[in-house]
């Protein structure tokens, strides 16, 4: 498969459960994102990795918790949400720093969070 | 602080009429500023960037520093130009923040 693919497409969780999302890129890239879309918010930037380092942690809640195990995957861990945390997660993938290309981000469709 | 501003949430025009969505940033660095459309059912897509210079889809957007904006102007617009569109900035380590988004509806 070619892209960026999310899974699961649709999740529903409680507050005490521990669940994971998952972001795959096939498109040979350096830096990965993680953005949050809900309705009320504009597309806020969460984490970023580059070159499977850490560079951007937008202040983000410690009960959302990313990995990046190498440069194609990406995780967002998630324990003890609250249900404002209910939200479009969206990844991204770029060429990334040095490249002509930085900054044009290439999306997955979106897990949908429910936090019940 | 890094910022991206547009004005308009909403924002409808009749087929064929120009359309111009506003976008406003903030940031001390160098810009790198895009704008990314959401058409239905379909992902977040890149639609231009200020460094090529070029138009797609009929779209077109200068980049004026001394203002601040990066404003996406079609001359006529089309029903399928109907869509989300985010204005993005791009700033160091790989950073790119987003606007909320104007909604663009055309008119038939």
């Known amino acids: 498969e070619t892209g960026v693919t999310q899974t699961p497409r649709h999740l529903v969780m409680g507050m005490t459960n521990k669940k994971s999302l998952k972001c795959e890129q096939h498109?040979?890239?350096?830096?990965m994102y993680w953005y949050k879309q809900s309705a009320k918010k504009p597309l806020e930037l969460m984490f970023v990795?580059?070159?499977?380092?850490?560079?951007e942690n937008n202040s983000v809640p410690s009960r959302f918790s990313p990995e990046c195990p190498n440069s194609s995957h990406l995780f967002l861990h998630l324990h003890t949400l609250q249900p404002e945390d209910s939200a479009l997660y969206l990844c991204a993938s770029s060429q990334g720093l040095g490249s002509s290309n930085t900054g044009e981000l290439f999306f997955g469709e979106g897990s949908r969070l429910t936090v019940l | 602080a890094q910022r991206v501003t547009q004005p308009e949430k909403l924002l409808s025009v009749f087929k064929g009429a120009p359309v111009e969505l506003k976008c406003n940033y903030s940031?001390?660095?160098?810009?790198?500023l895009f704008w990314y459309v959401q058409y239905s059912r379909q992902r977040l897509q890149l639609l231009l960037r200020h460094i090529s210079r070029e138009s797609i889809k009929g779209f077109t957007a200068d980049l004026n520093k001394g203002e601040t904006s990066f404003h996406l102007k079609k001359p006529f617009a089309q029903e399928e130009d109907s869509a989300m569109y985010y204005c993005a900035l791009g700033t160091s380590y790989d950073k790119v923040i987003f606007g909320p988004g104007t909604s663009l509806s055309v008119i038939p």
């Open positions: 940031y001390s660095g160098s810009p790198e």
């Open positions: 498109l040979g890239h350096n830096a």
């Open positions: 990795y580059s070159l499977e380092e850490r560079v």
